[in-house]
């Protein structure tokens, strides 16, 4: 697999559980946070692939269509990525990783006598080399996971569908990290997707470090935005108001982001003219996202639905949990009810729509936790027992009852 938090901690619920866990993937420095107590091994296979290159060329690793300015040709060059042989080939992983990843991993079953993979899109490179180990070694029970859909037009659908339909269903199980990506792939593939949740990252914050801007009322965005399908319009129109109707209010916001896209933040900000309340940095170590996100009175999420697909609940929503402040999430697009069902719970948080009638209730929500900050200096907080049931040992069970 390649890097991606999930499947890290996947791997230490699974080890924690009795299984000896073997993981291959691309070299990371993130790879050292997970070479602690648990014995896990690690097995690597270089990577050379378009974000490689891209990286050489001098964008952020990682880059997406959230980095480049979306156009035509830009689009084209994408959904080409995503296109079957061409995702195999030179989409993320790459054809390199792809062979050398398939000659190490039979090397790995062989010599630890494994029985059951477990290979995770994104990149689908891991399914594709997942595939090929099964053929290799029949016996396998293979578990297919999905972090996303595949981003495909109905346009598309049919000759897509045919290659994705043989590969899940080379599959013995297939889970998905929220119900509406269950949801989607189930509808290619004609069976049921388990859904597995995400757990909490192992956040350690430093209390010692202090707050600069403690005597502010701070909104926090730590993360990319993905232009095309996150808006925040409404979100920075009710600070605007809130601005003009409250001087107090004025003195003490102050936004803050912090991500690649800072160009398009400072871009948001300066056409809804609150720019003189705002400080946006550049992409920062997860450490100081994890400090901004534990000292800020209120953490924006921002998300999306389709017309035929909800449940895009990112990594960002289980850091922001795990900090317990207040969460305004802003979603484009219509109602999404299993962010709402998550939500519920959350007495200190609401979920809004994007939409003009919603500014009211958003203006509201702000202005009630601001005073609550400017008479006790404190916000409010998710309570411990929402956030225990976070765990990973609790969000993991579904998968652990795959391999029963």
Same mark, same amino acid.
């Given at each position: 697999m390649l890097t991606?938090?999930?499947?890290?901690?996947?791997? @230490?619920?699974? +080890?924690?559980?009795? #299984?000896? /866990?073997?993981?291959?993937?691309?070299? $990371?420095?993130?790879?050292?946070?997970?070479?602690?107590?648990?014995?896990?091994? #690690?097995?690597t296979v270089d990577a050379w692939d378009y974000r490689r290159v891209l990286?050489?060329?001098?964008?952020?690793?990682?880059?997406?269509?959230? /980095?480049?300015?979306?156009?035509?040709? =830009?689009?084209?060059?994408f959904k080409l990525l995503l296109t079957y042989p061409l995702n195999l080939i030179f989409g993320e992983g790459g054809g390199w990783y792809y062979r050398k990843a398939i000659k190490t991993g039979r090397t790995i079953i062989d010599k630890n006598q494994i029985s059951i993979i477990y290979s995770s899109y994104r990149p689908i490179t891991d399914h594709f080399i997942a595939s090929r180990?099964?053929?290799?070694?029949? +016996?396998?029970?293979?578990?297919?996971? #999905?972090?996303? &859909?595949?981003?495909?037009?109905?346009?598309?659908?049919?000759? %897509?569908?045919?290659w994705v339909q043989n590969l899940l269903l080379q599959m013995d199980q297939i889970t998905a990290i929220t119900q509406g990506i269950a949801d989607f792939w189930a509808s290619i593939v004609g069976r049921p997707v388990t859904t597995v949740y995400n757990g909490l990252p192992a956040i350690q914050v430093d209390? $010692? /470090? @202090?707050?600069?801007?403690?005597?502010?009322?701070?909104?926090?965005?730590?993360?990319? &935005?993905?232009? @095309?399908? @996150?808006?925040?319009?409404? #979100?920075?129109?009710?600070? !605007?108001?809130?601005?003009?109707?409250?001087?107090?209010?004025?003195?003490?916001?102050?936004?803050?982001?912090?991500?690649?896209?800072?160009?398009?933040?400072?871009?948001? =900000?300066?056409?809804?003219?609150?720019?003189?309340?705002? &400080?946006?940095?550049? !992409?920062?170590?997860?450490?100081?996202?994890? %400090?901004?996100q534990n000292q800020a009175q209120i953490n924006l999420l921002l998300t999306w639905t389709t017309s035929d697909v909800w449940g895009f609940i990112h990594g960002k929503f289980n850091e922001y949990v795990a900090a317990g402040r207040p969460i305004l999430c802003l979603i484009e697009g219509d109602r999404d009810p299993?962010?709402?069902?998550?939500?519920?719970?959350?007495?200190? $948080?609401?979920? /809004?729509?994007?939409?003009?009638?919603? =500014?009211?209730?958003?203006?509201?929500?702000?202005?009630?936790i601001y005073q609550y900050w400017k008479k006790t200096g404190q916000v409010p907080t998710i309570a411990k027992d929402i956030v225990s049931s976070y765990a990973w040992g609790i969000k993991g069970e579904p998968l652990l009852k795959l391999l029963q």
């Open positions: 991606a938090m999930r499947n890290y901690y996947l791997s @230490q619920m699974l +080890s924690d559980a009795g #299984f000896e /866990v073997h993981i291959l993937t691309r070299p $990371s420095p993130d790879l050292e946070k997970f070479r602690m107590d648990k014995p896990i091994h #690690f097995h990286k050489l060329l001098g964008f952020p690793d990682g880059v997406t269509s959230s /980095v480049i300015r979306p156009g035509k040709l =830009i689009e084209w060059g180990l099964k053929k290799h070694h029949p +016996s396998l029970y293979w578990i297919g996971d #999905f972090r996303d &859909i595949l981003w495909w037009t109905r346009g598309d659908r049919r000759y %897509q569908q045919a209390d $010692s /470090v @202090q707050n600069k801007y403690a005597d502010r009322f701070i909104i926090n965005y730590t993360g990319r &935005i993905y232009t @095309q399908f @996150q808006k925040a319009d409404c #979100f920075f129109t009710a600070l !605007h108001e809130l601005k003009n109707e409250s001087s107090d209010f004025s003195s003490d916001l102050l936004i803050h982001y912090a991500g690649i896209n800072k160009s398009t933040w400072d871009q948001w =900000i300066k056409t809804h003219h609150i720019d003189s309340n705002s &400080i946006s940095e550049h !992409h920062q170590p997860i450490h100081a996202s994890w %400090q901004a299993e962010l709402e069902a998550l939500y519920q719970p959350f007495s200190n $948080s609401i979920i /809004v729509l994007n939409q003009t009638d919603q =500014i009211k209730a958003i203006k509201k929500y702000i202005l009630d």
